[in-house]
């Protein structure tokens, strides 16, 4: 083990390409003077056309007025036309020798905004590009998502029920009524406005079997998942992407805890099993203000309207709109989580991504409402 001393010197050995010099002790601003003194001295006469090596591993102690002489130190070699280089340092020397170096530097000159088509094609290239990331980042979560699962089915001891439970609460409980309230206004409003149009071709009864089919098949869930994914999709990447600005998460990867365990997968679980039951609860309340307004609007009376919707629906309509409810949820808590882990040290880049998990979340929810459809329709179903 090398004993520190407060002894500074320089080192000057010859080899066949020109000079090692070697910094010995600590080149700090208590040995400075001394050192100052030393390399204005260094005779550097020989060395033109040849190289200096400058090995930095004897060095006990730097810090910034040391880096300054080391610096003074290469320039007086490459005055002298010799090349000079740095080798052999530790890694805390070498980050300020780095820092140093790139301090007072000047900004890159900003580049010529480019004529907009050229500006246009530009976006249209990064957006492509970020998407790619978007995609690839998304499936690397879920598949640390998948791993997490399996091995907690060999360990589900480890499973944290209490914060599932809690999330279940907040993301279902908490949720009925803005959106039983929302459905149900939607309900009204889908059967007034068919019921003014199908009056004109005396097919004013018809509205039950559109608003049935309307409300089971696409509606009720489609609406409750986008209000889930700007309700409690934004809510989940702000909580963890203030975990991160923190260094909570972090903190959790020192103590050997799984992030993917602790943070995502009960949020995941909760949102599978709480997204399907708020569809039913907002079908079935969109169901109920569309029958409302069809007996004030439309003279067809709860009994009718109940019969009527009876020979219309099948449990299979009411099974192809459920069906989406789990996959919808997986989308909605990946891009949620996946967006607060994105979220760096800034209160800007929290607000930015909270704002991205929820619009990619809502464009995704409907993307894949689109691929169900396509699929359930060349099913036949």
Same mark, same amino acid.
């Given at each position: ?9 320089l ?5 066949d ?17 001394g ?18 090596a ?5 060095i006990?102690?730097?810090d ?63 957006? *492509?590009?970020?998407? #790619?990331?978007? /995609?690839? @980042?998304? $499936? =690397?979560? %879920?598949?640390?998502v998948?791993?997490?699962s !399996? +091995? ?14 809690h ?40 509205? *039950?079997?559109?608003? #049935?089919?309307l /409300?089971? @098949?696409? $509606? =009720?869930? %489609? ?6 994914? !700007? +309700? ?11 975990m ?12 050997g ?25 907002a ?54 989580c ?6 760096e ?37």
């Amino acid at each position: 083990m090398a004993i520190e001393t407060d002894v500074a010197d320089l080192k000057v050995e010859a080899f066949d390409e020109g000079l090692v010099l070697t910094p010995l002790g600590p080149w700090t601003a208590q040995t400075g003077d001394g050192l100052e003194t030393r390399i204005d001295r260094l005779d550097l006469s020989g060395v033109s056309g040849r190289r200096v090596a400058i090995d930095m591993g004897e060095i006990e102690r730097l810090d910034t007025v040391g880096a300054l002489l080391l610096e003074r130190l290469r320039g007086a070699a490459e005055a002298a036309g010799a090349s000079s280089d740095f080798f052999d340092a530790r890694p805390q020397h070498e980050r300020l020798m780095t820092a140093l170096r790139e301090h007072g530097k000047e900004p890159p000159v900003a580049l010529k905004k480019p004529i907009w088509p050229v500006a246009f094609v530009e976006g249209i290239g990064r957006s *492509v590009c970020e998407i #790619g990331d978007d /995609v690839s @980042r998304g $499936l =690397g979560f %879920l598949g640390a998502v998948v791993a997490v699962s !399996g +091995r907690l089915a060999l360990t589900p001891w480890r499973f944290r029920f209490t914060s599932t439970i809690h999330h279940l609460d907040r993301v279902g409980v908490g949720a009925v009524p803005i959106i039983a309230l929302i459905s149900f206004l939607v309900g009204a409003i889908v059967a007034q406005q068919s019921i003014f149009q199908l009056k004109n071709f005396g097919a004013t009864l018809f509205v *039950v079997d559109l608003l #049935g089919i309307l /409300v089971l @098949r696409e $509606l =009720g869930v %489609l609406l409750t998942a986008i209000m889930i994914a !700007g +309700r409690s999709g934004s809510a989940f990447t702000a909580e963890i992407g203030s975990m991160k600005m923190r260094e909570e998460i972090d903190a959790l990867k020192t103590m050997g805890l799984d992030s993917i365990e602790i943070l995502a997968l009960p949020r995941l679980v909760a949102l599978v099993i709480a997204l399907p039951m708020l569809s039913f609860i907002a079908s079935m309340a969109a169901l109920l203000g569309g029958g409302l307004v069809a007996w004030v609007y439309g003279d067809i009376t709860p009994v009718t309207f109940l019969q009527r919707l009876k020979d219309a629906l099948t449990l299979q309509t009411f099974m192809v709109g459920l069906i989406k409810a789990p996959f919808m949820a997986i989308v909605i808590g990946l891009i949620a989580c996946t967006e607060g882990m994105k979220v760096e040290g800034s209160a800007e880049s929290l607000g930015s991504r909270t704002t991205a998990s929820v619009v990619k979340a809502i464009f995704v929810v409907i993307v894949l409402d689109g691929v169900f459809a396509m699929f359930f329709a060349g099913m036949g179903i």
